[in-house]
């Protein structure tokens, strides 16, 4: 499975990025995505994963993989864990509405807003997570690779 976040938005403090998935060599949107702002210097949890392609593999330890599984008893079997991102640990796909929600990791949302200050923000993230982590784990169950190529215009 071949996911694309192509980054078009930048602010002072946050990034706008749209996620699609690649079937068939025709891209789908699946939903937008609000990361930190980018530097050319990484600030511990201020900064935006640099661009590159990612494999995503399941992570089944940690604390925000315990508050999922709680949350979506039915479907969590780990938290979408971003492999090799140099100089980054533990960086997910995951629920969130603004730059203050992560720490480096990209947040999935449905509707992306621009606040008073300039800077993205988004609701309905829990959908867009749902429906983005229903699809990696169909791909995952069924023995494919998720790769997640990062790119911006």
């Known amino acids: 499975m071949k996911l694309w976040l192509e980054r078009f938005g930048f602010g002072k403090d946050s990034t706008l990025g749209r996620l699609s998935l690649d079937i068939d060599a025709a891209i789908v949107h699946l939903c937008f995505t609000i ?7 990484k600030v511990p949890g201020e900064t935006a994963i640099p661009t590159g392609v990612y494999e995503i593999a399941l992570r089944t330890e940690g604390t925000l993989t315990k508050k999922y599984a709680k949350r979506f008893p039915e479907m969590h079997k780990g938290m979408l864990h971003l492999q090799s991102i140099p100089d980054f640990k533990f960086v997910y796909l995951h629920i969130g509405n603004d730059d203050d929600d992560t720490e480096g990791c990209p947040l999935t949302v449905t509707t992306p807003f621009v606040d008073g200050k300039g800077e993205f923000t988004g609701g309905g993230s829990k959908d867009a997570y749902v429906k983005l982590y229903q699809k990696v784990i169909a791909a995952m169950d ?11 215009k």
């Open 35 to 41: 990361e930190d702002e980018r530097r050319k210097v």
């Open 142 to 152: 069924a023995g494919e690779s998720v790769m997640l190529t990062v790119s911006e």
